[in-house]
T-cell receptor
Framework: GQQLNQSPQSMFIQEGEDVSMNCTSS?????WLWYKQDPGEGPVLLIA?????ELTSNGRLTAQFGITRKDSFLNISASIPSDVGIYFC????????????FGSGTKLNVKP | DARVTQTPRHKVTEMGQEVTMRCQPI?????VFWYRQTMMQGLELLAYFRNRAPLDDSGMPKDRFSAEMPDATLATLKIQPSEPRDSAVYFC???????????????FGSGTQLSVL
């Protein structure tokens, strides 16, 4: 099946620092999604990307759809303690009707 | 707020028992997915439905797992008999699949944490 390589696997940062994580695939995707999962909860959709090169923000979060269509990036600026959690990328190919392949997640730890 | 509702939130059972997990997708959504999450495997797709018809259940152990959508507001995932290795968090997700690319997104429920002793 499809494999998404998400990195880094985990991050330990200081409050106020910026964070970058990315997802790469060997296949072309037409949709990229970024989720955040808090302990004991389901993943919550943060940002959806639909066009190569697209750059979309949601507050302090910014995500980009790579121009090769094989990768995507998520940046968090000025991190705060509530940013702690696991961030997942997910990719979908056209005509698969919401069938998404998920990365293994990036665990973010923020020190106050 | 529209949301995917899953019940129960937690289930502890003994090996060999039947387990049924339920999901109410967001009203109007026509695709429903079941995922299993473990530390080792991450999010694994078990089965998914479009307009209540099963499209792909290749990720599901057929001998003990079954997934159904009795109607548009209910999806079920059953394990019979359950085994300790089935212990995981099971998520249901729904979406509005269709021709419009911007419909390509999934919304998750809070999950059922299953422990099989």
């Amino acid at each position: 099946g499809q494999q998404l390589n998400q990195s880094p696997q985990s991050m330990f940062i200081q409050e106020g620092e910026d964070v970058s994580m990315n997802c790469t695939s060997s296949s072309i995707f037409n949709t990229w999604l970024w989720y955040k999962q808090d302990p004991g909860e389901g993943p919550v959709l943060l940002i959806a990307l639909y066009k190569a090169g697209e750059l979309t923000s949601n507050g302090r979060l910014t995500a980009q759809f790579g121009i090769t269509r094989k990768d995507s990036f998520l940046n968090i600026s000025a991190s705060i303690p509530s940013d702690v959690g696991i961030y997942f990328c997910a990719g979908s190919r056209l005509l698969n009707f919401n069938k998404f392949y998920f990365g293994s997640g990036t665990k973010l730890n923020v020190k106050p | 707020d529209a949301r995917v509702t899953q019940t129960p939130r937690h289930k502890v059972t003994e090996m060999g028992q039947e387990v049924t997990m339920r999901c109410q997708p967001i009203l109007g959504h026509n695709t429903v997915f079941w995922y299993r999450q473990t530390m080792m495997q991450g999010l694994e797709l078990l089965a998914y439905f479009r307009n209540r018809a099963p499209l792909d259940d290749s990720g599901m152990p057929k001998d003990r797992f079954s997934a159904e959508m009795p109607d548009a507001t209910l999806a079920t995932l059953k394990i019979q008999p359950s085994e300790p290795r089935d212990s995981a968090v099971y998520f249901c997700a729904s979406g509005l699949g269709g021709e419009a690319p911007t419909n390509e997104k999934l919304f998750f429920g809070s999950g059922t944490q299953l422990s099989v002793l």
